[in-house]
């Protein structure tokens, strides 16, 4: 887990958290006013984090309808949700119009 420092802090001590990022792999959230404003990682973790695939900059339902791609056969899937879903007894289920 990520400790958190103040801008403050990590100017102070910015050589003792580098190492400690460095040579202990720990983690730190910058803040200002108690609101992140940047992290310090290693550069292990950095090169992880680029070489992840981006999502188009897809969020929220955008997002989901391209991960539909996904799915050779999306209908199928959407169907077998609802057979299910029904089969559950914990919960009802609506049917679509």
């Not at 955008?62 to 559950?88: H, Q």
Request: cysteine-free; hydrophobic content about 40%.
């Amino acid at each position: 887990m990520a400790k958190r420092v103040s801008v403050a802090e990590a100017k102070r001590d910015f050589s003792e958290l580098t190492s400690r990022v460095a040579l202990q792999k720990e983690r730190y959230i910058i803040e200002r006013r108690g609101k992140a404003v940047a992290a310090l990682v290693n550069v292990d973790e950095l090169r992880q984090i680029e070489a992840l695939p981006e999502k188009n900059g897809k969020r929220g339902l955008l997002a989901a309808v391209g991960a539909w791609e996904d799915y050779p056969r999306p209908n199928k899937f959407v169907a077998d949700l609802y057979s299910a879903r029904r089969k559950s007894k914990d919960r009802r289920v609506q049917r679509l119009r």
